[in-house]
């Protein structure tokens, strides 16, 4: 499947953002979907994951209570939403693919090609 991001961009400490991943292919609905983060001179984390259903999600600690996955399997999106960004959430997003129902936070495998969020003081 191929994934192409959007909703990126600058935003100031405390605001809010969207992110969208659009996805190719005819069986989305049955792949596993995450979003995932990378901050200049760290490795890639795990931010959130959800499953085919809505019914199984998973988030980071650092962002949970602030971020929400969800996604629209008629309109093969998944999305971001973001608030109370704080400047340590500024990174590369990347929206993952992964073919298995279990939810998990490592072992994805198709990936967009990410879009940047800067979190301003």
């Known amino acids: 499947v191929q994934l192409v991001e959007s909703g990126g961009g600058l935003v100031q400490a405390g605001g809010s953002l969207r992110l969208s991943c659009a996805a190719s292919?005819?069986?989305?609905?049955?792949?596993?979907m995450g979003w995932f983060r990378q901050a200049p001179g760290k490795e890639r984390e795990f931010v959130a994951a959800?499953?085919?259903?809505?019914?199984?999600?998973y988030y980071a600690d650092s962002v949970k209570g602030r971020f929400t996955i969800s996604r629209d399997n008629a309109k093969n999106t998944v999305y971001l939403r973001m608030n109370s960004l704080k400047p340590e959430d500024t990174a590369v997003y990347y929206c993952?693919?992964?073919?298995?129902?279990?939810?998990?936070?490592?072992?994805?495998?198709?990936w967009g090609q990410g879009t940047q969020i800067t979190v301003s003081l």
């Open positions: 292919g005819r069986t989305f609905s049955r792949y596993v």
């Open positions: 959800i499953n085919w259903t809505g019914a199984r999600i």
């Open positions: 993952a693919a992964r073919r298995s129902a279990i939810v998990t936070t490592d072992s994805y495998d198709d």
